[in-house]
């Protein structure tokens, strides 16, 4: 039997989104980007109106033993970024077992709002979030936006180049490491229970 | 080539970013160049030393007109809201604020070509939503716009599809 979960991904216009999901699905991905107009079209050319849908599939471990485990796959469903599209936010994010929330380190001018966006799904949520810090190289500057964002002390923060498709395996591996420790806590998993009461 | 933009996206996007160069795309996309923007930025055209440079568009029909006339001439029909493909109100018929309307209709148009690929289709038509409340119809003009009408169930749809498709040409208009 597969089990599978799904992975919200998420953050603000531009920060790198659909280009995780395109660098790590296994599958086509289902793409909804058309061409941007007005001021944006001055950031990227294309932006995502309704979703993304990708998926990666792990295959399980083969042990000397024994039989190989079963595969785990991640479903991964992909926000729009801009506030005129939140309503896809609310829609994408039902059950999710894992937020991810990709962030633009060098587009400052996005964090606060990201910040606010990140700690208010969290707070419907009740799960861990792994936070990819793009066009980023160093994990102490992921560390620090990660925390400024409102992710918590032992939550993952990944320095990535989401140009670069190996760069998002990295976040796919993260992502991996977050469901296995939430199913050692919680041995259902998806079940909500993550408690986030310390988040300002 | 002399540049078509719309002088007023032009000039923000200058100001905002406070570039010294700037690069029209087409008529509705402008890159800014002198910042890290520009590596992206694909089908470039032309570019434009200064704004003044920028031609101011030509005279356009004002869209809240057109689309007032296409829910006027079809009974029933409620309100209509033309929809830049990533979700913007470029006009509206009515005087509701069209801004969540339009980035919903962006996002079921999105959805309903993806849905149209996977039946082995290219080219979405209409998209009609038929609720107890009435209907919706969205329909894409040309390949980056589309018109939503809000209509009664009884509304004449023969008469509503006729007058889009006779104003179509107009909607393409940059405003």
């Known amino acids: 039997m597969t089990q599978a979960f799904k992975i919200l991904v998420t953050g603000p216009f531009a920060a790198g989104k659909t280009s995780l999901i395109q660098s790590v699905s296994q599958t086509r991905v289902i793409s909804t980007d058309v061409a941007t107009t007005s001021d944006e079209a001055a950031v990227k050319s294309h932006t995502t109106v309704a979703m993304d849908f990708g998926t990666y599939v792990l295959d399980g471990d083969r042990t000397a033993d024994g039989p190989a485990a079963d595969p785990v796959r991640l479903l991964l469903f992909g926000t729009p970024g801009q506030e005129r599209f939140r309503f896809m936010t609310d829609i994408l994010k039902a059950e999710a077992d894992v937020v991810a929330f990709v962030i633009d380190a060098e587009a400052e001018h996005t964090h606060a709002a990201a910040g606010a966006e990140l700690r208010a799904v969290l707070r419907d949520l009740h799960v861990p979030c792994v936070v990819a810090v793009n066009r980023c190289d160093d994990t102490a500057t992921a560390r620090r936006l990660a925390r400024a964002l409102g992710a918590l002390d032992g939550e993952a923060a990944v320095p990535c180049q989401l140009i670069d498709p190996e760069s998002g395996r990295e976040v796919v591996i993260e992502i991996l490491l977050t469901l296995l420790a939430s199913i050692e806590t919680y041995p259902e998993p998806g079940v909500p229970g993550f408690d986030r009461a310390e988040v300002a | ?175």
């Open chain 2, 1 to 175: 080539m002399r540049p078509v933009a719309k002088t007023a996206t032009v000039h923000t996007a200058w100001e905002r970013l406070g570039a010294s160069r700037y690069v029209v795309l087409d008529s509705t996309q402008v890159a800014v160049r002198g910042d890290r923007y520009l590596e992206r930025m694909e089908l470039v055209k032309t570019v434009v030393d200064s704004p003044n440079d920028a031609v101011a568009a030509p005279p356009v029909p004002d869209m809240r007109l057109v689309l007032a006339d296409v829910v006027r001439g079809a009974s029933g029909a409620r309100n209509a809201v033309l929809v830049s493909g990533d979700g913007f109100a470029l006009a509206a018929s009515g005087a509701d604020d069209p801004t969540e309307h339009a980035a919903m209709t962006a996002a079921a148009l999105g959805l309903g070509r993806q849905l149209t690929a996977s039946a082995g289709g290219q080219d979405l038509r209409q998209l009609v939503i038929d609720h107890d409340g009435g209907l919706i119809f969205v329909w894409p003009i040309g390949g980056c716009r589309a018109v939503c009408v809000l209509a009664d169930n009884d509304v004449d749809q023969r008469g509503l599809r006729r007058l889009v498709r006779a104003h179509g040409a107009r909607l393409m208009e940059t405003s």
